[in-house]
């Protein structure tokens, strides 16, 4: 079993262009949600999506975009980056029907 | 005030020392609970799930939950240097969703 697996492991991006970052969920997983994690900060929950749709929404902007496809695989979107954006991007996926949420091992995001 | 509280430290033990790291939160609508594992630049990695109230013991670690008092904790018995890592604490209202996570606590072994 791969666990849940993130492309790219590091970024490098300047100020005001896009990203797309993304994650193949754990065998048999549905759900997938993204988080960002400042240094020295716990995750935050930006979204989740099941059944490609996204079903919970934290308090990030809307240049934060998401998609997942019906192989469950999931994408992560920032539009016009800033600083501030530079952080750990997690993704972690579970069963929509409960139980442990499982992570991958993150894309560091530089934003320059 | 945020929803999870922990302590960031560092929290430095000797080797074989009993570790222990808590969590207060202030949502009584939490009902599961769970410790994760991050070491330096890698994901978290999932070391205990509880439900509800209660005791629960894996090897080395011991999870308890006390709900009436919203607190949770995590023991790990025998610590090793290769235990040294940061520990959060996060939980959620029902069996899937966000995750709401504490800041992290930061723990060093030393032999």
């Known amino acids: 079993d791969a666990g849940v697996t993130q492309s790219p492991t590091h970024l490098i991006k300047t100020r005001g262009q896009q990203v797309t970052l993304r994650c193949s969920p754990k065998s048999g997983h549905d759900t997938v949600s993204w988080y960002q994690q400042a240094l020295g900060q716990g995750p935050q929950f930006i979204f989740q999506?099941?059944?490609?749709?996204?079903?919970q929404r934290g308090n990030f902007p809307d240049r934060f975009s998401g998609h997942q496809f019906p192989n469950y695989s999931s994408e992560l979107n920032v539009n016009a980056l800033l600083l501030g954006d530079s952080a750990l991007y997690l993704c972690?996926?579970?069963?929509?029907?409960?139980?442990?949420?499982?992570f991958g091992q993150g894309t560091r995001l530089t934003v320059v | 005030q945020k929803e999870v509280e922990q302590d960031p430290g560092p929290l430095s033990v000797p080797e074989g020392a009993i570790v222990s790291l808590n969590c207060t939160y202030s949502?009584?609508?939490?009902?599961?609970f769970m410790w994760y594992r991050q070491y330096s630049r890698k994901g978290p990695e999932l070391l205990m799930y509880?439900?509800?109230?209660g005791n629960k013991e894996d090897g080395r670690f011991t999870a308890q939950v006390d709900k009436s008092s919203k607190y949770i904790s995590l023991f790990i018995r025998d610590s090793q240097p290769s235990d040294s890592a940061t520990y959060l604490c996060?939980?959620?209202?029902?069996?899937?969703?966000?995750?709401?996570f504490g800041a992290g606590t930061q723990v060093v072994v030393t032999p």
């Open positions: 949502n009584s609508a939490f009902q599961y």
């Open positions: 972690a996926s579970s069963l929509r029907t409960g139980g442990e949420a499982f």
């Open positions: 509880t439900y509800s109230s």
């Open positions: 996060a939980m959620v209202p029902g069996s899937w969703g966000k995750l709401q």
């Open positions: 999506y099941y059944e490609e749709e996204e079903r």
